[in-house]
Nanobody
Framework: VQLQASGGGLVRAGGSLRLSCAGS????????MGWYRQAPGKQRELVVD???????NYAESLQGRFLISRDNAKNTVDLQMNSLKPEDTAVYYC???????????????WGQGTKVTVSS
């Protein structure tokens, strides 16, 4: 089981980017999915997460600019980032709580991280 993130890059302030993350492998079910980010010299922080039923939990400072969506049938979660600011520069990681097939316990998985750089 793995999570594969994509979509990072370099964008100017005020621009937009869309990140995508796909779960693959022997997956029985996925519960919560989300995005975290880690800026240079800072701790990893929650951006937003979403339950299987679609309930979301945004970092207060990001609500209104970022929008999360997921497709349960495809095991994907996307993050649309608008009105980007230089302080949004970070490595973004997708995260999911997954029940692998043939296992009895839910496990937390992380994607490899995708770098977002916002220039002023």
């Amino acid at each position: 089981v793995q999570l594969q993130a994509s979509g990072g890059g370099l964008v100017r302030a005020g621009g937009s980017l869309r990140l995508s993350c796909a779960g693959s492998g022997s997956i029985a079910s996925i519960n919560d999915m989300g995005w975290y980010r880690q800026a240079p010299g800072k701790q990893r922080e929650l951006v937003v997460d979403i339950t299987r039923s679609g309930r979301t939990n945004y970092a207060e400072s990001l609500q209104g600019r970022f929008l999360i969506s997921r497709d349960n049938a495809k095991n994907t979660v996307d993050l649309q980032m608008n009105s980007l600011k230089p302080e949004d520069t970070a490595v973004y990681y997708c995260n999911a709580r997954i029940l692998p097939k043939y296992e009895l316990a839910w496990r937390e998985f992380w994607g490899q991280g995708t770098k977002v750089t916002v220039s002023s």
